[in-house]
C-alpha cells in the first residue's frame, strides 16, 4: 500500500490483519487521520474468531486491554 493516496491527496493508514498460513489479508479497515491503531484493532478484533489462535502484533498494540480482548 505504499504511496496509496485517498481523493484530495492525503495518504491512507490501513489496518490490516495478515493470515501466514493462508498468506493473504484477512480483514483491512482504514485508520482516521486523527487516531490510531489502537480503537481500530477492536474493530478487526470483532470480525475474527481468535480462540486458540496465536495473534502477533508491533509494539503500538502491545497493551493490557488489547491483550485482554484477543483472548
Known amino acids: 500500500m505504499r504511496g496509496t493516496k485517498k481523493r484530495g491527496g492525503k495518504f491512507s493508514h490501513l489496518l490490516s490483519a495478515f493470515s ?10 482504514s485508520v482516521d487521520a486523527k487516531t490510531n491503531e489502537i480503537p481500530a ?18 509494539a503500538l498494540l502491545t497493551q493490557r486491554e488489547i491483550a485482554k480482548t484477543s483472548m
Open 20 to 29: 501466514h498460513k493462508l498468506a493473504g489479508t484477512l480483514f483491512q479497515i
Open 41 to 58: 484493532i477492536q474493530d478487526i478484533f470483532k470480525k475474527m474468531n481468535l480462540e486458540n489462535k496465536i495473534t502477533t502484533m508491533d
